[in-house]
C-alpha cells in the first residue's frame, strides 16, 4: 500500500504533469493551406484574329501586373501584330477596377458603342486572366461599367474561352 | 489498510471527497486544456498562415519573373521581419530568427506546391515557421512553382499566454471546487457522523449498565434500522434481566423466609435439648448417647439457620459495618482465646497492628477460618499477621495436603464440600462464603491457595483505612 500513491506531493506532480503537457509544443509540418501566386514574366492580352475569333497575345512585361494594368494594356492596342481589336482607340487608358466577392467591376474609358460584342468578350478575357493569374478565382464574373449609361452595363459576363 | 489511510470516517470522507474532486477537475482541465489549447494554437496559426500568404499575394504582381535581388527585398518586405526568401541562387534575408527555419520544412515547402507550418520551441518560446512556395498560373487556371520561396518566422508566445491563462482559470475553479467538495464532506460526515456517535453512547450506556438508554431513530436510513435494531435489543436485554432479577430476588426472600420460620420452632427445640442435656445422667446407656448426639445436631441446625440468616443478609444488603480502631493482634489474639484455640493454633504477629474494622466481623472471619483449618487440615495451624504500607494481611496456613487444584476455585461457593464423600462435618457450609462476604464489606479480599510447604493457605487482606467509604453504607445488589 506503501508504494501506492501515497502523498501529496505525488498528486500534485501529476497535477503539474498534465497541465504542462497543454502547452505549445514542437511539431512537425503541416499543410497551411494554398500558395499565394501572383508571380509571372509577364501578362496575357485577349485580341481578334483573322477568324473573329479570342486569340491570347502574351505580353513581355516582366512582371503580371493588376487587372487594371491588363485591361488598360489591351486599351492601347494591338500593335504591329496579325491581331486585331475591336475596341474603338481611346487616348484614356486607365481603368478603375472594384472587386466583390463574385464579381469584378471594370469601370472603362468607354461607351458602349465604342466596343462591339467581340470587343466585350476581349476585356472580360484579359481582366479575367489577369484575375486569375493573380490567384483569382476562376468563376468570377466581370462586369464592365460604360462611361454612359446602358443595360451592357448591369450584365456579368464569363470569358467564352473558358466556360 | 496502510498507515497513510486515516481511520475515522470523517477524514476517510474527506479524503475521498478530495480525491474524486482533484480527478475530476485533473480530467476537466486536461480536457479543456488540451481541446481549447489545441484549437486556440491551431486558429491562431491558420491566421498568421493566411495573413503570410496574403501579404505575399499582394506583391506578387509586382514581382518581374524571373525575379532579381531587389524583387526579392521587395516580398520579403511585404511580409515584415525575420524572413527568408529565397529564388535559385539568390537570397533574401532579414532578421535573426530566419535561423529557426529547419531544413525538414524548406525540403516540404520545395516539394509541395501548398503553404506548410511547423512550431518549434526556442529559448522557452514558441515559434511559429511558414513556409511558402510562390506560385505562377497560367490563364488555364495550372498551377506551377515559380522557385520563389518565402520563409518567414512568427511569435507564438500570446497563444502561449493564453492557453496558461486558461490552464490558470481551470486549476482555481478546480481549487475552489475542491474548497466545496471538502464543505460538503464536512457535512455529510456530520450527517453520518452524529447518528452514529448517538448509537455509541447509547451502547456505552447499556454496556454500563444504564438499561434505559436508547437512541431515538432519525430518518428512514440504514442507521435509523440499526437504531431501531438496537432499541429493540435493549428492550429484550432489559426484560430478561428484570425477569433474572426478579427471580433471584425471590429465591433470596425464600432462604430469608425459610430461615426465619425455622428460628422460631428452633428456639423451642433448643430449650427442649436444654433440658435434655441437663438430665441425661438419669438415662440408660444407649438412650444417653441418642440424646447426646440430638444435642449436637440441633446445635449444629441452629448454627445453620444462623449462618442461612447472615448470607440472606448480605443477599439482601441490609448488611451494615460498624468500624471502630481496633488492635488486629489482640483481636486475632481474643478470637482464640474466645472460642478456646490458644493452644491449638501458632499466632506469628508483631506487637500491635492498628486497623479499622467491625470488630465482630473481623472476629466472624477470624473464627471462620482457623475452624476451617483446624477442621480440614492437620496441625500446627499457623496465624500470621502483617502490615505493609496499605493493607493488613492475615494469612492462615495448616499443615494438611492442601487444596486440590479443582476445589480452589470454589472453596468459597456456598454449601461447597470439598469431598462429597464426607456429608456429615460439623461445619454449616458456609463459613468461607460468609468470611469472603466480610473481607469484601470491609474493601477487603480473602484468597484461597497452598502454601510453600504444602498446607492450604488462606489469605485475608483489609485496607488499613477503608474509611473512604461511610461506615454502615449498605452493600450488596440494588433493588
Redesign the interface.
Request: charged content about 20%; hydrophobic content about 40%.
Given at each position: 500500500m506503501r508504494t501506492g500513491l501515497s502523498s501529496p506531493s505525488v498528486w500534485a506532480l501529476v497535477f503539474l504533469v498534465a497541465v504542462a503537457g497543454c502547452g505549445v509544443g514542437p511539431s512537425g509540418v503541416f499543410d497551411a493551406g494554398e500558395a499565394p501566386t501572383g508571380v509571372a514574366p509577364g501578362t496575357t492580352l485577349y485580341f481578334v484574329d483573322d477568324n473573329d475569333e479570342l486569340r491570347p497575345q502574351f505580353r513581355r512585361t516582366e512582371r503580371l501586373g493588376t487587372v487594371s494594368d491588363a485591361v488598360s494594356l489591351l486599351l492601347t492596342g494591338p500593335g504591329d501584330s496579325e491581331v486585331r481589336t475591336e475596341i474603338a482607340p481611346t487616348s484614356v487608358t486607365s481603368v478603375e477596377v472594384t472587386t466583390h466577392p463574385e464579381t469584378i467591376e471594370l469601370r472603362v474609358p468607354l461607351d458602349i458603342d465604342d466596343v462591339t460584342p467581340v470587343g466585350i468578350d476581349q476585356i472580360v478575357c484579359t481582366a479575367r486572366t489577369s484575375h486569375v493569374q493573380n490567384g483569382g478565382s476562376e468563376r468570377t464574373r466581370i462586369r464592365i461599367r460604360f462611361v454612359q449609361f446602358t443595360p451592357e452595363s448591369e450584365i456579368r459576363r464569363t470569358c467564352p474561352l473558358y466556360e | 489498510?496502510?498507515?497513510?489511510?486515516p481511520r475515522g470516517l470523517r477524514p476517510r470522507l474527506l479524503a475521498g471527497f478530495a480525491l474524486v474532486t482533484?480527478l475530476g477537475s485533473?480530467a476537466a482541465?486536461?480536457a479543456i486544456?488540451?481541446s481549447a489549447?489545441e484549437a486556440l494554437?491551431a486558429s491562431n496559426?491558420?491566421r498568421i498562415?493566411?495573413t503570410v500568404?496574403?501579404q505575399?499575394?499582394a506583391v506578387?504582381?509586382?514581382?518581374?519573373?524571373?525575379?532579381d535581388q531587389a524583387a526579392l527585398d521587395r516580398v520579403r518586405d511585404s511580409v515584415g521581419p525575420d524572413t527568408l526568401v529565397v529564388f535559385e541562387d539568390l537570397r533574401s534575408v532579414d532578421g535573426a530568427r530566419a535561423d529557426l527555419i529547419t531544413d525538414?520544412?524548406r525540403e516540404?515547402v520545395r516539394e509541395?506546391?501548398?503553404?506548410?507550418?511547423?512550431?518549434?520551441?526556442d529559448v522557452d518560446r514558441?515559434w511559429l515557421l511558414?513556409g511558402?512556395?510562390?506560385?505562377?498560373?497560367?490563364?488555364?487556371?495550372e498551377?506551377a512553382p515559380?522557385g520563389?520561396e518565402?520563409y518567414t518566422v512568427r511569435d507564438?508566445s500570446a497563444?502561449?499566454e493564453e492557453?496558461?491563462a486558461l490552464?490558470r482559470a481551470a486549476?482555481a475553479a478546480g481549487a475552489a471546487v475542491l474548497v466545496l467538495a471538502a464543505l460538503l464532506a464536512l457535512v455529510t460526515a456530520r450527517g453520518v457522523l452524529r447518528p452514529v456517535r448517538e448509537l455509541r453512547d447509547t451502547a456505552r450506556r447499556l454496556a454500563a449498565g444504564d438499561l434505559d438508554a436508547r437512541t431515538e431513530p432519525q430518518g428512514v436510513d440504514e442507521l435509523a434500522e440499526l437504531t431501531v435494531t438496537i432499541n429493540e435489543m435493549a428492550e429484550s436485554v432489559q426484560g430478561s434481566m428484570a425477569t433474572m432479577e426478579r427471580m433471584r430476588a425471590d429465591a433470596r426472600r425464600f432462604a430469608a423466609d425459610v430461615s426465619h420460620e425455622l428460628r422460631t420452632p428452633l428456639s423451642t427445640l433448643t430449650a427442649v435439648t436444654e433440658v435434655l442435656a441437663a438430665s441425661t445422667e438419669d438415662m440408660a446407656q444407649d438412650a444417653r448417647e441418642s440424646a447426646g448426639m440430638a444435642i449436637t445436631e440441633t446445635r449444629r441446625l441452629v448454627r445453620m439457620v444462623e449462618d442461612l440468616m447472615e448470607v440472606s443478609r448480605f443477599d439482601a444488603g441490609s448488611v451494615r459495618l460498624r468500624e471502630e480502631e481496633v488492635d488486629m493482634v489482640s483481636a486475632v489474639r481474643d478470637t482464640l482465646r474466645a472460642r478456646n484455640r490458644l493452644d491449638r493454633v501458632e499466632l506469628h504477629a508483631p506487637q500491635e497492628v492498628p486497623v479499622r474494622v467491625d470488630r465482630r466481623r473481623l472476629d466472624v472471619i477470624v473464627a471462620n477460618l482457623v475452624g476451617n483449618a483446624l477442621r480440614h487440615g492437620e496441625p500446627p495451624v499457623r496465624v500470621g499477621v502483617f502490615a505493609d504500607r496499605t493493607h493488613v494481611n492475615l494469612v492462615v496456613t495448616d499443615n494438611g495436603p492442601g487444596l486440590a487444584e479443582h476445589v480452589v476455585p470454589h472453596v468459597f461457593d456456598r454449601f461447597f464440600k470439598a469431598d462429597s464423600a464426607r456429608t456429615r462435618t460439623p461445619g454449616s457450609g458456609l463459613g468461607l462464603a460468609i468470611a469472603l462476604e466480610n473481607a469484601r464489606l470491609h474493601d477487603g479480599d480473602l484468597t484461597a491457595g497452598n502454601g510453600d510447604d504444602g498446607g492450604a493457605r488462606f489469605v485475608l487482606r483489609l485496607p488499613r483505612a477503608p474509611g473512604q467509604t461511610a461506615p454502615g453504607r449498605e452493600r450488596g445488589i440494588q433493588e
Open positions: - | 489498510m496502510g498507515r497513510w489511510w482533484v485533473l482541465t486536461w486544456t488540451e489549447g494554437v496559426q491558420r498562415s493566411e500568404s496574403g505575399i499575394g506578387t504582381h509586382e514581382v518581374s519573373h524571373p525575379p525538414e520544412l516540404a509541395g506546391d501548398r503553404v506548410v507550418t511547423q512550431r518549434v520551441v514558441p511558414v511558402a512556395p510562390v506560385m505562377i498560373t497560367d490563364p488555364d487556371g498551377r515559380s520563389i518565402v507564438l497563444v502561449q492557453v496558461d490552464v486549476a
